[in-house]
């Protein structure tokens, strides 16, 4: 009898142990569905200094640029991170989904670690005397790479769990663009002023390889199973394919004018391909294009949503965001936003899209059901980068094979939650006299705004800088 009540009394305990495991286990997971997700945008500063770059009550303030966090349940800003006195061009966010990585730029040159759960700068980086282009890490969160403008033949590596400066990568100048393999073990740099892609050992954060493209790459993406490269030719309306067992060009695709982003689906089947005013779907089982889709004019990023079943392209020129259907590639709404585009991030259900309006200074919150506006946030001025924490699952794909990357500039297989990147513009009166990237990617000295007046795919930074020229101008 009494080894009966005990065999029951272990029983008991035994089924309390496992629903309690159970219950707790799914309380976990309701709790990370549930989690709350917040938007963290780049912008120049709050509305009380907007006169600076608006024909309005001129102060003279100079704004103090900051990172307006956004609550995506609310759409109100619930708090602003001040930064430093430079441009903010490039902002991710680590793997955790801890610590967000703002790079500001040219009179700056430091990169803010903002603690996600304090919203407060709890580390500076200061990167000397440069200019600061871009900002990602690699797939395990274990460094930090920003990229450089101009003449500068290095990218910065910052150790994350120091925050101190490693060894640079050295490389050519006018190298912006970096994608991982999804191991973690390569880096692609794409150098669109001498047409190459650099092959970088991770380990040693050498160059182990030159790879010859087409004219003007400007980014690249790697597939998910890190096989294959895809590399938009600015200039010569290609496509390069790079195996990455040989690091070798493959193939080379034709595609529409002016090609300068590029996102990979989940599953690693299709790759949208950004033109000027279309986009070239590619098939990469045969590297063909399968369709080529109308959208609006002058892209400055392309997601996939964490489902897969939509791309988002931001349409500058046309203050619109298109949104494809990726089973049949066609355009299903054109999403009227705010004034010149230039963001954009998917939230971890993929219900709500954000997108950053740099000249209305605003951001529209796209409703991904009715593909409808659903909000207006007034998140400060000129806002650019956005990226949302938590991430998804799709974002850590995003984070080890691509830039858009921007993770993603911004902001990599097409969801630019990772990191929403810009390009640091240098020279303020050639982009305020046209829409150049002031030549420095230009391999056969031309003019950049003779292909459809449309800056390169990086074009975040030289384009806010542009866009501030010829504001400001009105007050000269």
Known sequence: MEEITCNKTYQEHTLIKVLGITSLTILIFAGVAGAASFAYVTTMGDYDQRGYYYDMNYNGTVPTPDVAVIDTATNNVTARVPLGGGWPVGVAVNPAGTKIYVVDSPSDSTVYVIDTATNKVSAKVNLGSSYPARITFNPA???????????????FVINPATNTLMAPVIVGPSTYSIAFTPDGKKIYAANCN????????????????????????????????????????????TVSVIDTATDNVIATVPVGNSPNLVAVTSDGNKVYVANNNTVSVIDTDTNNVIATIPVGTSSRKIVINPDGNRVYVVNFDSNSVSVIDTTTDNVIANVPVGEQ???????????????????SSNVSVIDTATDTVAATVNA???????????????????????????????????????????????DFNNLKNNNSESGSCSSSGRNESSKNNSIPGFGLLGSLICLCGRWKSRKI
Do not use: F, W
């Open 141 to 155: 969160g274990t460094r930090v790479y920003v990229t450089k403008q101009h003449d500068y033949t290095d990218i």
């Open 194 to 237: 001498n047409n190459t892609i650099y092959v970088i050992d991770a380990a040693t954060n050498e160059v182990t390889a030159n790879i010859s493209v087409g004219d003007s790459p400007y980014e690249l993406v790697v597939t998910p199973d890190g096989k294959k490269i895809y590399v938009p030719n600015y200039g010569s309306n």
């Open 341 to 359: 585009p230039m963001g954009i991030a998917v939230t971890p259900d993929g219900n709500k899209v954000y997108v950053t309006n740099s000249r």
């Open 380 to 426: 400060g001025i000129l806002p650019t980068g956005v990226v949302i924490v938590p991430l998804t699952d799709s974002d850590m794909t995003a984070q080890s094979t691509g830039t858009n990357s921007n993770v993603t500039e911004d902001v990599g297989t097409g969801k630019t939650n990772l990191s929403s990147e810009g390009q640091n513009a240098v």
